[in-house]
């Protein structure tokens, strides 16, 4: 099947089959391997895209079902708040084994996006389906809030 998906700003051309997951034609198709595979099932958020914004798990979501839509992978995670959250991030050395972090960052970034001055129940539902078998909670929490404190001193 022939689609056209916008990712990272970009148009790209693409034929692919019908029901090829979004996560495949990032990684496989276009070579975004920044964007990783967990489950495959939609339960552990390393697959985390933004689509129009919103954090989406590309493992299940349909890239046909992406069409017309502005997909944003970590590789474009541009602008203000993105690039606060990954800043920060890098501060305070969230990361431990790195496998979960790209879904990590996108789901703060579409979190801080859409709620600049989360409390922490905003933040555990945002961020609970994102697994860290590293047990990198405690710093994510802590670098979305100084993200969103960072992000409100700035404006
Ligand atoms: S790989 Fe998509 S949620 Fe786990
Ligand atoms: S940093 Fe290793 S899985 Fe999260």
Do not use: F
């Not at 090829?20 to 595979?37: A, Q």
């Amino acid at each position: 099947m022939e689609m056209t998906l916008t990712i990272n700003g970009q148009s790209h051309k693409i034929d692919v089959a019908d029901d090829t997951p979004l996560l495949w034609v990032l990684r496989d198709t276009i070579g975004l391997t920044g964007t990783k595979y967990g489950c495959g099932i939609a339960q552990c958020g390393a697959c985390t895209v933004l689509v129009d914004g919103r954090p989406a798990r590309s493992c299940t979501l349909r890239a046909r079902n992406a069409q017309g839509k502005a997909i944003t992978t970590i590789e474009g995670n541009q602008g203000r708040v993105g690039e606060t959250v990954i800043a920060v991030w890098n501060e305070l050395n969230v990361h431990q084994c790195g496998y979960c972090q790209s879904g990590q960052v996108m789901a703060a970034t579409g979190l801080l996006s859409s709620n600049p001055k989360p409390d922490d129940a905003a933040i555990d539902q945002a961020m609970s389906g994102c697994i860290c078998r590293c047990g990198t909670y405690v710093r994510v929490r802590k670098a979305i809030k100084q993200a969103a404190e960072q992000l409100q001193s700035d404006s």
